[in-house]
C-alpha cells in the first residue's frame, strides 16, 4: 500500500511531527510504501527518518507568512503534480494547512482517498481562546476580522475527506460538534510514548516539578508559578520548578515569578535536547499541564513513561491519558491553590510518590506506538477495499449541520 502523508513542515520539534515520523517510519517498517509531503523537512528535526521514509520538499514559505497564502493555489498546483505519480495512495493529511491542502486535491480529484489526523479543528479558527491569546494587538484583530471567512471556508472544505482520526475522544467529539462529522468517519487513534521515555526510580528526586512546551498564554504557565508560590513550610524548602520551552510569553512569566518572589525557585531551562528532555522528566517528582482543553498533550503521556506522575487540569485530551489518583492527578482549570495542594503531595508525601510513579508507568504503556499504527493500518485497509465510488461516496461525511441517520 502507498501512503502520503501531507505535513506542513518539519522546521521545529513538535508532538504532529513527532506523530508523523513515529507511525511512517513504522508503517514503512511493515512493508509499505510510505511517502512524506512537506513544506521543509530540516535534518536536524527529521533525523534518521529519511532512511525509511521518502520526503518531497514543497519549498517557498512557510504558513506562517503571508507569501504562502498568496501562493496558497499555486502550493496546491505543486502538490498536485507531485500526488500524480501514486494515483492509488491513500493520502494521509495532518494539522493545519496541510488538511486544507488534502481537502483542495480530494474535491478536484474525487476518486482520492483521503484521511485527516486531526489533531483539533484549527484552534486559530474555531478557538476564541485561542484567538484571544494571539500576541500583538494587530495580530490578534486581524485574526477577529477574517474569522468568518476562514470558518466557511474551512467548514466547506472538510467535507472533502473519507476517513477521519483524531488523538483523543474528547478531539473526536469536538470535531463532529465542529464539521458535523458521521460517527462512523471518525475513530480515535492515540498517539504513543516512545522507547526514550523510559521509567526511572521513583526515589530519590530532587524536590522539582516540570512542565514542558511553548511558552504562550494558551499553556496557562502562570497558573504553575502561583501554586509554586504558595508553597510554604520547612517539608517544601528548596522546592524548584523547571520551565523547559520558550515563547513570547516568557519575559511576562519572569516578572511574575520576581513579583511573586519566587524567581529563585523558577528556573527557565529554554530547549533542551532529546537526552536532556529525559532526563528532566526522570529527575522530577511531577509533572504539570496547565493548559485547558489541551486536545491530547503527548507530552504528559512522555512524562508518566518516566515514571513522573502528571498533574493535568480535568478536561480535554489529558484527562483520558492521566487517571486522577492512579498516575497522577486531575485539578480545576486555573485553580492554582489546588494545585498547589497537589504538588506539596507530591513533593512531600514519598509513599505517595512512589504509588503514582509506578502507576503512571503502567498507564503510559497503553499508549504504544505500534497499537496507534494498528489503528491506522486498519483504516487505511478498508479504504483500499473500496472497489468503487459509489462505495467511497457511502463513507463520505455530513455537510455540517445536515441530519444524520
Request: aromatic residues 8%; charged residues 25%; positive net charge.
Amino acid at each position: 500500500m502507498t501512503i502520503v502523508y501531507l505535513h506542513p513542515h518539519f522546521s521545529s520539534p513538535g508532538g504532529a511531527g513527532r506523530f508523523v515520523l513515529e507511525t511512517a517510519s513504522r508503517l514503512a517498517g511493515r512493508g509499505h510504501d510510505v511517502h512524506v509531503v512537506t513544506i521543509r523537512a530540516d535534518a536536524a528535526v527529521v533525523g534518521g527518518a529519511r532512511d525509511t521514509i521518502r520526503f518531497h520538499e514543497l519549498g517557498g514559505p512557510l504558513s506562517s507568512s503571508l507569501a504562502f497564502w498568496v501562493g496558497f493555489r499555486a502550493g496546491c498546483r505543486r502538490l498536485a503534480r507531485i500526488l500524480d505519480q501514486w494515483p492509488d495512495a491513500i493520502v494521509f493529511a495532518q494539522p493545519f494547512p496541510a488538511n486544507w491542502w488534502g481537502f483542495h486535491v480530494k474535491r478536484r480529484r474525487p476518486e482520492s482517498r483521503l484521511v485527516w489526523y486531526c489533531h483539533e479543528p484549527s484552534a486559530f479558527i474555531h478557538s476564541r481562546a485561542w484567538i484571544g491569546a494571539i500576541p500583538g494587538l494587530m495580530k490578534r484583530t486581524l485574526a477577529r476580522l477574517l474569522n468568518p471567512l476562514l470558518r466557511r471556508i474551512d467548514l466547506a472544505s472538510a467535507r472533502h475527506v473519507d476517513l477521519v482520526y483524531t488523538n483523543s475522544d474528547y478531539t473526536r467529539a469536538y470535531a463532529r460538534r465542529v464539521y458535523g462529522y458521521a460517527e462512523r468517519l471518525c475513530r480515535t487513534a492515540y498517539p504513543g510514548a516512545d522507547g526514550r521515555f523510559r521509567a526511572a526510580p521513583a526515589l530519590p528526586r530532587p524536590r522539582r516539578v516540570v512542565t514542558i512546551g511553548r511558552l504562550t498564554a494558551f499553556k496557562n504557565v502562570d497558573v504553575i508559578i502561583r501554586a509554586m508560590a504558595r508553597l510554604a513550610g520547612e517539608s517544601t524548602r528548596g522546592a524548584e520548578l523547571h520551565i523547559i520551552g520558550e515563547g513570547d510569553a516568557r519575559p511576562a512569566l519572569e516578572r511574575l515569578a520576581a513579583e511573586l518572589g519566587v524567581a529563585r525557585q523558577v528556573v527557565f531551562r529554554g530547549r533542551l535536547d532529546d537526552a536532556e528532555l529525559v532526563a528532566a522528566l526522570q529527575e522530577s517528582r511531577a509533572f504539570v499541564l496547565a493548559s485547558v482543553d489541551e486536545p491530547f498533550g503527548l507530552v504528559a503521556v512522555e512524562a508518566m513513561a518516566c515514571g513522573t506522575p502528571a498533574v493535568v487540569v480535568g478536561s480535554g485530551g489529558p484527562a483520558e491519558s492521566v487517571v486522577d489518583g492512579v498516575s497522577g492527578f486531575h485539578v480545576p482549570p486555573r485553580d492554582y491553590q489546588a494545585l498547589a495542594d497537589r504538588l506539596k503531595l507530591l513533593l512531600t508525601d514519598d509513599v505517595l510518590m512512589a504509588r503514582l510513579s509506578e502507576g503512571a508507568a503502567a498507564r503510559a504503556a497503553v499508549f504504544d506506538w505500534e497499537r496507534t499504527v494498528d489503528e491506522l493500518e486498519a483504516g487505511f485497509a478498508e479504504l483500499a477495499q473500496r472497489a468503487s465510488r459509489s462505495e467511497k461516496a457511502d463513507g463520505r461525511v455530513l455537510r455540517p449541520g445536515a441530519e444524520q441517520g
